[in-house]
């Protein structure tokens, strides 16, 4: 019994990022974008919590309470009226960050990070499902925000090269 529990728990751990050999599924995935915008232009647009809708077409609203930082809480609506919390779970200033919505018996990881290169921004968006349900939101939730998020990081360069 002890054995099972530890295993649990250890899956239920947020995974390191996408790895090199890893393909896109619905449970995780993940989309790049190049930008002549600095990376400046892209962090304030990624922590401007109340503006999220505007960029993100799957978002009807979202609220932060106080500053984004580590353990940042706040919430997002859907456009189907869901709403769900939120939490920072991990931040590097100017760089990436991660937040985490708790669903049953899982969870949904979202990180945004961005490098440099040659004066191009590079900024991606990683998406994942963790925990016993994972398999379940995946197969629910996965196609759709799979499909939304190409145009979402689109909407996000445009912004930004504003």
Same mark, same amino acid.
């Given at each position: 019994?002890?054995?099972?529990?530890?295993?649990?728990?250890?899956?239920?751990?947020?995974?390191? =990022?996408?790895?090199?050999?890893?393909?896109?599924?619905?449970?995780?995935?993940?989309?790049?974008?190049?930008?002549?915008?600095?990376?400046?232009?892209?962090? &304030?647009?990624?922590?401007?919590?109340?503006?999220?809708? $505007?960029?993100?077409?799957? %978002?009807?609203?979202?609220?932060?309470?106080?500053?984004?930082?580590?353990? #940042?809480? =706040?919430?997002?609506? &859907?456009?189907?009226?869901?709403?769900?919390?939120?939490?920072?779970?991990?931040?590097?200033? =100017?760089? $990436?960050?991660?937040?985490?919505?708790?669903?049953?018996?899982?969870? !949904?990881?979202?990180?945004?990070? %961005?490098?440099?290169?040659?004066?191009?921004?590079?900024?991606?968006?990683?998406?994942?499902?963790?925990?016993?349900? #994972?398999? !379940?939101?995946?197969?629910?939730? =996965?196609?759709?925000?799979? #499909? %939304? !998020?190409?145009?979402?990081?689109?909407?996000?360069? &445009?912004?930004?090269?504003?």
């Amino acid at each position: 019994m002890r054995n099972t529990v530890i295993c649990l728990a250890l899956f239920m751990l947020p995974s390191a =990022g996408k790895g090199q050999n890893d393909e896109p599924s619905n449970k995780h995935f993940w989309n790049t974008v190049k930008t002549t915008a600095s990376p400046e232009q892209i962090w &304030s647009i990624w922590i401007d919590v109340a503006n999220w809708k $505007s960029w993100d077409t799957g %978002l009807k609203d979202a609220e932060i309470e106080g500053a984004f930082e580590p353990k #940042a809480k =706040g919430h997002i609506i &859907s456009l189907e009226n869901r709403k769900s919390k939120f939490k920072v779970v991990a931040y590097t200033e =100017g760089q $990436s960050y991660t937040f985490k919505t708790n669903l049953p018996l899982g969870a !949904l990881y979202v990180r945004r990070y %961005l490098t440099v290169e040659d004066d191009t921004t590079i900024f991606t968006h990683e998406v994942w499902f963790k925990g016993i349900t #994972a398999g !379940l939101f995946a197969k629910q939730f =996965g196609p759709k925000f799979r #499909a %939304l !998020l190409p145009e979402v990081m689109e909407n996000i360069k &445009s912004i930004a090269e504003k």
